[in-house]
């Protein structure tokens, strides 16, 4: 075999495996592929150590300790408001990890103060679907939307229903949700 001939022949050759090949080549080295070990080696290790039919192997799980890490909820603060300048929402997403994801948005039709705190609720269910949380703590300070969906309170406004009903079917995307109200004044934060 003509070790320069093989290279130009083979154009994935370069680098090192190519300076190695020519080097080599004049020992009369010939390369054959090994065949899979890995059967082997299980076959060996079974061999080495005989199971007896009569010994009771143990299938339990072994530490029973790990069973019970608990997943960690991902956190969601939403608030929307409305003044003479416009209307915004914002809405922040904590992860289990700590790390912050911060949104806002400005609403370009006009809207009252409930509607805009419904949809920083929605936009924020939404985000939380995305990343694909399945735990997650609301936290608002609008009383009205976080009773309205938690189903403590009625629904008096019929121009807020679809978005309750938006809101509420979101819900259904997460294995476990709690809902809480939060004051602005306790909160220290305003997204807008």
């Not at 609403?107 to 995305?130: D, K, M, R, S």
């Not at 009383?143 to 121009?159: Q, R």
């Amino acid at each position: 075999m003509d070790p320069l001939k093989y290279l130009f022949e083979v154009p994935m050759l370069v680098g090192k495996l190519a300076k190695w090949l020519v080097l080599l080549s004049e020992f009369d080295i010939v390369y054959e592929t090994r065949k899979t070990i890995k059967g082997r080696i299980v076959a060996e290790f079974l061999s080495e150590n005989p199971v007896n039919e009569e010994e009771e192997v143990e299938t339990a799980f072994p530490d029973e300790s790990l069973k019970l890490v608990e997943v960690q909820p991902w956190k969601m603060y939403f608030d929307g408001a409305m003044n003479k300048s416009g209307v915004g929402i914002g809405v922040v997403l904590e992860a289990p990890n700590g790390e912050q994801l911060l949104m806002s948005k400005r609403l370009c039709f006009p809207t009252t103060n409930n509607v805009a705190e419904y949809e920083a609720c929605i936009c924020g269910l939404e985000a939380l679907i995305a990343v694909g949380a399945k735990k997650v703590e609301v936290f608002g300070d609008s009383m009205l939307v976080v009773s309205h969906v938690k189903g403590e309170w009625e629904l008096k406004e019929e121009k807020l229903r679809p978005y309750l009903e938006y809101a509420k079917k979101l819900l259904f995307s997460f294995e476990e949700v709690t809902m809480k109200h939060m004051p602005r004044a306790r909160t220290g934060w305003s997204m807008l």
